[in-house]
């Protein structure tokens, strides 16, 4: 039977004021619970997974230390995706251009054996890291996190009306993206 948001929501709190009063076993349950899906946002965001886990690693570290800063009228997800987000984001500012022997592009998806990856795949990973970083974040949270438009502007921390123009832009971009990675 698959929880509903709001018994989430509790578990996630219960946990963090759980971790807060000294049970560091709460930690692991948090760690548990996200890692995997924020380590799919920095990969989409990253197109590299080394970068990937150490953005998911940073942001766990950060996450625990401010932890008491957590406000749990708020959505315990929200909170940590946005780090996930931000923290992506700068590393991809620290990046510098580097030139590989190898076809970074082509980054598996998590779980993945590269053999079994698809052209398909392939091309849309690159278009989509041909995308701004901002226009990225929105596309990722919506179609590889399923957030809805609302769960996007509380992550990203900006109107709900910004997130659909985004998201239509970000849209058309990766259309001529992937039409030019066919043709």
Partial sequence: MEETPAAVDEQDRALVGRYLNGHSDAASALVDRYQQRL???ALRMLGNMQDAEDVTQTVFQNAFLKLDTYDPKYRFFSWIYRMTVNESLNALKRRKPVVTLEDELAIPAPGVDADKR????????MALRALKPDDRAVVVLRHFASFSYQEIAQVLEIPVQTVKSRLFTARERLRLNLREHVE
């Fill in 39 to 41: 380590f799919n946002v």
């Fill in 118 to 125: 698809t052209e398909a795949e392939i091309r849309v990973g």
